[in-house]
C-alpha cells in the first residue's frame, strides 16, 4: 500500500475524526488525569506541525505531531493509525517524517509520552525501533503506572538525557 505522509492542517474533518478515534482508544486505558491530549484547536498552533498519512485514494490512515518546547527539544505527540492499518507501516511512515522536520529544525533530542508497555506494545516496539531509548518523565509529566517516557537524540555524540 502506497501511503503519503504531509504537513497539514489539523482542522479537517477526518483528521478530527483520527484525533476522536485516538481518545476513544486511550480513555479506558489509565484515569484521565493521566492522559495528555492535545486538541486539534491546540494542535494547530504555531509550535506543533501535525503530519497526516494518507492512502492513494487520499483516505487519512493516521496522525502524529511534533510540539517545540524549546530551540533544541521537540516532542513527539499524538501518534495514531487506524487499526485496520497497522502492522503496514503507517505509523514508521509518520515517526520518520516527524524526525526529519526535527531535524530540519535543529534540535538535539526527541521526547515523548505514551502509554504503558503492557497496554500499548506495538507504539513501544515502534519507538524503541526507531532509535527511542527508555527515560524518566520530563516537562511536567509526573512519574505514573500509566506513562512510559522515551527520548531519542538527534545530534551525533549526544548521549541521551538524564
Do not use: C
Request: net charge negative; aromatic share 6%; no cysteine.
Amino acid at each position: 500500500m502506497a501511503v503519503s505522509v504531509a504537513i497539514e492542517t489539523p482542522l479537517q474533518d477526518d483528521v478530527r475524526t483520527l484525533v476522536a478515534a485516538l481518545n476513544a482508544h486511550l480513555q479506558p486505558l489509565s484515569p484521565p488525569e493521566f492522559q495528555f491530549k492535545l486538541t486539534v484547536e491546540q494542535m494547530a498552533g504555531a509550535d506543533t506541525s501535525v503530519f497526516v498519512a494518507r492512502d492513494e485514494s487520499g483516505q487519512a490512515l493516521g496522525i502524529g505531531a511534533l510540539k517545540v518546547h524549546s530551540e533544541t527539544m521537540g516532542e513527539v505527540k499524538r501518534m495514531f493509525t487506524l487499526p485496520a492499518v497497522r502492522g503496514q507501516r503507517v505509523g514508521s511512515a509518520l515517526l520518520d517524517a516527524i524526525v526529519a522536520l526535527a531535524r530540519s529544525k535543529g534540535l538535539s533530542v526527541l521526547m515523548l509520552e505514551t502509554g504503558a508497555a503492557a497496554d500499548m506494545p506495538e507504539a513501544h516496539r515502534l519507538y524503541t525501533r526507531s532509535g527511542f531509548v527508555p527515560r524518566g518523565p520530563f516537562l511536567d509529566y509526573p512519574e505514573s503506572q500509566w506513562s512510559a517516557f522515551f527520548e531519542m537524540p538527534l545530534t551525533v555524540g549526544v548521549e541521551p538525557a538524564e
